[in-house]
């Protein structure tokens, strides 16, 4: 059976980047009754179903790093694909930039003054207050876009939370579903817990 590695791109025959569904369309049974040859399909009644984690492995192909070949039955029966996490980095790079300009104007301007040589030193003066205003609101924008940063990184990983959640309930119906290969159902066996459970 092959395991998808956690964020690993899927290539489809064409070679065009398959999104694979989060989350499949599980026939939620309490049941699935035993036919005479195998699972009997809750939906149609076809005999034998298939462990989807079977028909998946026989749809797919490896075909070297990151690229599964997949045929159409392969769309169907796929796993869940595990949600990527948020990225924690804030991105200070451009924001440092915008902050080192601002030092580097200042001594352009005072450069520009001394060589020019200018009489009027009143214009060299109001143009120095360019940086400084400059340096300082750059902080303050720094500042702001960190803390709505932060602030969204919170919810992202709330989502995040719950995202998993899902993907392991999903993940655990995948391994214990059935597929029917006459009408595509995907069917699991999911016992309500206030039924009584026998041997
Ligand atoms: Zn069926």
């Known amino acids: 059976m092959i395991e998808l590695d956690a964020y690993e791109p899927i290539y489809y025959q064409n070679g065009q980047q398959v999104e694979l569904q989060n989350n499949i369309g599980f026939m939620v049974v309490n049941q699935i ?22 028909v998946w492995a ?4 490896r075909a070297g790093h990151g690229i599964v070949v997949l045929n159409r039955l392969a769309l ?8 990527r996490p948020p990225d924690p980095r804030f991105p200070i790079e451009s924001h440092l930039k915008l902050i080192g300009a601002m030092p580097a104007l200042f001594v352009l ?7 020019t040589n200018t009489a009027d030193t009143g214009v060299v003066t109001a ?5 400084i205003l400059g340096f300082v609101a750059a902080l303050i924008w720094t500042v702001r876009s960190y ?49 009584t459970p026998t041997g």
């Open 76 to 83: 169907r029966v796929a796993p869940p694909r595990q949600p």
């Open 127 to 131: 143009l120095l207050w360019l940086p």
């Open 33 to 54: 009754v035993d036919g005479p040859v195998g699972k009997r399909c809750p939906n149609c009644n076809a005999v034998p179903m298939k462990r989807t984690s079977i």
């Open 147 to 195: 803390l709505k940063f932060r602030e969204g990184l919170a919810a992202e990983q709330w989502q995040m939370g719950q995202s998993i959640a899902r993907y392991n309930r999903d993940q655990d119906r995948w391994r214990r579903s059935w597929f029917c290969g006459a009408c595509g159902t995907v069917a699991v066996e999911e016992p309500s817990p206030t039924a």
């Open 109 to 115: 301007v005072c450069c520009a003054g001394a060589l």
């Open 58 to 61: 026989e749809s797919t192909q």
